[in-house]
């Protein structure tokens, strides 16, 4: 496996100026040894011993989950049934995360969730991303 020493490679400039009104200068749009500052302070949150203490955290969120499948499942007289799997894990990652960082679970917030989504469907859009006009 090869391992670059070098800063130099990064995202690129013109698009993480478009982005610097929503993202700040956070890790996500930086670049050089100013994102290898930032990654080495979140580093730790994901030392394996810090992500084994939150398993817990995340049975409590998956569970339910888990019981609304095999409710699905029996709704149909036990066998196949069809599952929108990406809303589910959408909402399972940001209840997860929500008990991590804040506490309590996604529901008591998801109206902060609900506009984060709306942040990130208008963030993915090309024409934001690329300053190029949007058709349809």
């Given amino acids: 496996m090869n391992q670059s020493l070098t800063l130099d490679l990064g995202k690129p400039s013109d698009m993480t100026k ?9 890790i996500l749009r930086s670049n050089g040894l ?18 084994k203490g939150m398993v ?6 998956a569970e339910p989950l ?4 095999e409710g699905c499942i029996e709704g149909r007289g036990g066998f196949v049934a069809e599952i ?3 809303e589910d894990l959408r909402s399972v ?29 208008t963030i993915s859009n090309q024409a ?9």
């Fill in 18 to 26: 478009r982005l610097r009104p929503m993202l700040g200068n956070g």
């Fill in 34 to 51: 100013f994102w290898a500052q930032q990654r080495k302070i979140v580093a730790p949150e994901f030392f394996m011993d810090k992500v």
């Fill in 56 to 61: 817990g955290l995340m049975l409590e969120s």
């Fill in 66 to 69: 888990v019981r609304k499948w």
């Fill in 84 to 86: 929108r799997v990406d």
């Fill in 93 to 121: 990652s940001a209840d997860v995360i929500s008990r991590a960082c804040f506490g309590s679970s996604y529901f008591k917030g998801k109206q902060i969730f609900s506009k984060l989504r709306i942040l990130q469907k």
């Fill in 128 to 136: 934001f991303l690329f300053g190029a006009p949007s058709f349809g």
